[in-house]
């Protein structure tokens, strides 16, 4: 009897420690999978932190060149007091041209920050064909950004023309 009460002592205490060390092996086990939880998530918010800092670094760089570029623009287009010059200019290239000249300011938009000025006009003239072209050429060759809305060509007499133009011209 005491053998086999050995025996039951041992097995019992064997189990204890089997069923101890299985608990103990659960336990690490579930923490272990907790924290693999825990990494993968933290490597998922640094991985969207760098994407995010990455664009942000991106914005800066592509607003620094912005910057320059507009700074670029703002002097291509010219100030709305010189705008005053525009239609001297034209009348001088009509009489470089050999063309009759005539020209009014209908309406004006103001500029906003991000938008330019528009000043709508209307020119007429007359001449021949050929300085018509030359004409237009200087106009698209001038400082000023001009837009053409409408224009009207009618033959006059002795290979005359009758010109109307109705354009904007755009500031800042």
Same mark, same amino acid.
């Given at each position: 009897?005491? $053998? #086999?009460?050995?025996?039951? &002592?041992?097995? =019992? @205490?064997? /189990?204890?420690?089997?069923?101890? !060390?299985?608990?103990?092996?659960?336990?690490?086990?579930?923490?272990?999978?907790?924290?693999?939880?825990?990494?993968?998530?933290?490597?998922?918010?640094?991985?969207?932190?760098?994407?995010?800092?990455?664009?942000?670094?991106? $914005? #800066?760089?592509?607003?620094? &060149?912005?910057? =320059? @570029?507009? /700074?670029?623009?703002?002097?291509? !287009?010219?100030?709305?007091?010189?705008?005053?010059?525009?239609?001297?200019?034209?009348?001088?290239?009509?009489?470089?041209?050999?063309?009759?000249?005539?020209?009014?300011?209908?309406?004006?938009?103001?500029?906003?920050?991000?938008?330019?000025?528009?000043?709508?006009?209307?020119?007429?003239?007359? /001449?021949?064909?050929?300085?018509? !072209?030359?004409?237009?050429?200087?106009?698209?060759?001038?400082?000023?950004?001009?837009?053409?809305?409408?224009?009207?060509?009618?033959?006059?007499?002795?290979?005359?023309?009758?010109?109307?133009?109705?354009?904007?011209?755009?500031?800042?």
């Amino acid at each position: 009897m005491e $053998l #086999k009460n050995w025996i039951i &002592k041992n097995i =019992a @205490l064997a /189990g204890g420690i089997i069923l101890t !060390l299985l608990i103990l092996i659960f336990l690490l086990g579930n923490n272990i999978s907790g924290r693999t939880v825990g990494i993968k998530n933290k490597n998922r918010d640094l991985a969207a932190r760098l994407h995010a800092i990455e664009s942000l670094s991106s $914005l #800066k760089t592509d607003a620094e &060149k912005t910057a =320059a @570029l507009r /700074g670029a623009l703002e002097n291509l !287009l010219p100030a709305k007091d010189q705008l005053i010059k525009f239609s001297k200019t034209l009348e001088n290239y009509a009489k470089n041209n050999k063309m009759d000249f005539g020209f009014a300011f209908e309406s004006e938009i103001p500029g906003a920050e991000n938008t330019p000025g528009i000043n709508n006009f209307i020119l007429t003239s007359g /001449g021949d064909y050929s300085n018509f !072209l030359r004409f237009l050429n200087s106009i698209e060759q001038s400082k000023y950004l001009v837009k053409i809305n409408y224009l009207e060509l009618t033959e006059k007499e002795n290979s005359k023309y009758g010109i109307l133009i109705k354009g904007k011209v755009f500031s800042q």
